[in-house]
């Protein structure tokens, strides 16, 4: 089956730095990437995708990039807030539109300091 | 648009009692998940349905886990009996035609 690697599994930053996650991927028949936000005692938000004919996608201080060659995809965050402080998932997307499944990396602990 | 919503939102049970949960989706979204989030890992799918038939339940543990859905609509996941490694979070997540899904708020279960 699938198998995502996510790393780091913790990142600390300053408010108005970057910060970038990133994951790999086994599967090259993936063709889905969507990165979720987790915020404590709730259910993952979507926050951004990308799908595998798209190699970057960004919206505002939120970006991905993929590199399907190699089988990984990144999240980046500029400009960053207390706010952006978290638990981020990246996820693939393997199989058709009815009956494809999402595999979930480890998570990331993303902590902006003010 | 209403979300995914979860209920119970908190539950503590001692070992070998049993538990249900239940999920209400996202109006008209055929496809609906189950996944279990143990603390400090991502959610691992345990259930997909699309309408009121089992797509993929290979990472159920069946002598325990149970789930339904009738009608194609609400689903309950049912642990019975339930053991201390049991306590994560349970998350619904249903799809609508394409491959974004939307998460509910969890139930938080704890086994003692």
């Known amino acids: 089956g699938e198998n995502v690697e996510q790393h780091p599994s913790t990142l600390s930053v300053q408010e108005g730095d970057s910060a970038v996650i990133k994951c790999t991927y086994s599967?090259?028949?993936?063709?889905?990437f969507p990165w979720y936000k987790q915020e404590l005692g709730k259910g993952p938000q979507l926050i951004i995708d990308i799908r595998s004919n798209v190699g970057e996608k960004k919206d505002q201080r939120i970006a991905v990039t993929l590199n399907k060659t190699a089988k990984h995809f990144s999240l980046h965050i500029t400009e960053t807030q207390p706010e952006d402080s978290a638990v981020y998932f990246c996820a693939v997307y393997a199989g058709g539109t009815s009956y494809g499944k999402l595999t979930f990396g480890q998570g990331t602990i993303l902590t902006v300091h003010p | 648009e209403a979300g995914v919503a979860q209920s119970p939102r908190y539950k503590i049970i001692e070992k070998r009692q049993s538990v249900a949960f239940w999920c209400n989706p996202i109006?008209?979204?055929?496809?609906l998940y189950w996944y279990q989030q143990i603390l400090g890992q991502g959610p691992k799918l345990l259930i997909q349905?699309?309408?009121?038939?089992?797509?993929?339940d290979s990472q159920l543990p069946k002598d325990r886990f149970s789930a339904e859905r009738l009608k194609g609509v609400d689903s309950t996941l049912k642990i019975q009996p339930a053991k201390l490694e049991d306590s994560a979070v349970y998350l619904c997540a249903s799809r609508p035609p394409g491959e974004t899904q939307y998460f509910g708020p969890g139930t938080r279960l704890l086994v003692l």
């Open positions: 109006s008209g979204h055929a496809t």
């Open positions: 599967d090259s028949a993936s063709n889905y």
């Open positions: 349905f699309q309408n009121n038939g089992v797509v993929d």
